[in-house]
């Protein structure tokens, strides 16, 4: 099947200040924006600006674009402080309150915006609105499209490598927001909801679709704005490296204790322990298996020293929430990517847990 041909683009009757910014994310991306940037650059005219916000990049990816594309702003930050950080900068120095989010890797398709845009305007207790990300080097298959949260504390990408022509045609609301792809409209994020910093690498697109949801916002999934996803961060995306890297263990083992810690209710966590604490016994002995140990220490030594923090961070989302916990949660089995279960052992002890994991939100989803 030939790359998707979304609805004709037309500019007609926009106004400057309607247009939304395009605000492209960067980290040592000189080689995915040579690809990236001439597509975004040809629908320049649906924009405001485009901004690119470089994340201390050291291989020429700013020198590339001042040369090639001086028509795109370019805000500077001093070093790496990952992606929350980069899109925090993004929001708070877009010209527009509607902001198209999109990392470096990722191709524009024509008609993507003005779908987006017209999905914020049809549904305006949204916040966000999610594209359809299909695999660059295979766009007939879905990569995802839009995110669910599960009561584990891990992100469940709707739609992962189905595809294309299978999929549901219609607007739907999700629990979570995957930031490839996605527009904001600045006016309606309640104040103090922002990327959290703290997360650096790894679900920090899911905490902060968490703290929109539990505002009361509403995230969509829009199926007909496309992009195409290229082959992700050098030395960290698994397309790249065929497996984990250290950072990345590291990152996925604390953030989705981060998550836990700030989002769930208190009643919530005593509903799950149990879950929980298998969960965590079952990936301290995947950890050891894998030779990850060091990374877990790791994790657990950051989370000792920033406790303070977090439980402020915590404290603040606890009291400022309207939904509850089991208005966004959900069960079903573990969301784990193929990576991690490679031996004929550790097929069948998922298999295992995914039924206890699905069988036990069955029975307590209620209590929540």
Known sequence: ??????????????????????????????????????????????FAEILLVDNGSSDGSVAFVEQHFPMVRILRLPDNRGAGAARNAGIREA??????MLDNDV?????????????????????????????ARNPTIVQYDGADSHYLGLMILQNADRPLAERQASVRFTNSLVTCCFMLDRRRIPPGVQFDEDYFYIAEDHDFGLQL???????????????????????????????????RVLCTIRNRWLILAKHYAARTLLVLAPMLLLYELVQLAAVIKKGWWREWCEAA????????????????????????????????????????????????????????????????????
């Open 107 to 135: 191709v524009l398709l024509d008609g993507c915006a003005e779908a987006l845009a017209a999905s914020l305007d049809a549904h305006p207790t949204a916040a966000a609105a999610a594209a359809t990300v299909l695999y």
């Open 213 to 247: 949801r539990e505002a009361g916002c509403e995230i969509l999934a829009v199926p007909h704005a496309y992009v195409l996803h290229g082959d992700g961060t050098a030395e960290l995306s698994i397309r790249q490296l065929g497996g984990y890297s250290r950072l």
């Open 1 to 46: 099947m030939a790359t998707p041909s979304p609805p004709t683009r037309s500019s007609a009757g926009t106004t400057e200040a309607a247009r939304p910014t395009l605000c492209i994310i960067n980290y040592n991306g000189e080689t995915h924006l040579r690809q990236s940037l001439p597509a975004a650059v040809a629908q320049a005219d649906l």
């Open 301 to 368: 030594r950051w989370m000792i020293r920033h406790l303070p923090e977090t439980l402020d961070k915590r404290r603040r989302i606890q009291q400022q929430r309207r939904l509850p916990d089991r208005a966004i949660l959900v069960g079903g089995p573990l969301p784990l990517r193929p990576e991690l279960v490679t031996s004929s052992g550790e097929r069948l002890a998922r298999r295992m847990l995914d039924w206890l994991v699905s069988s036990y939100w069955r029975i307590v989803a209620r209590m929540i």
């Open 95 to 100: 010209a527009s309150d509607r902001i198209l």
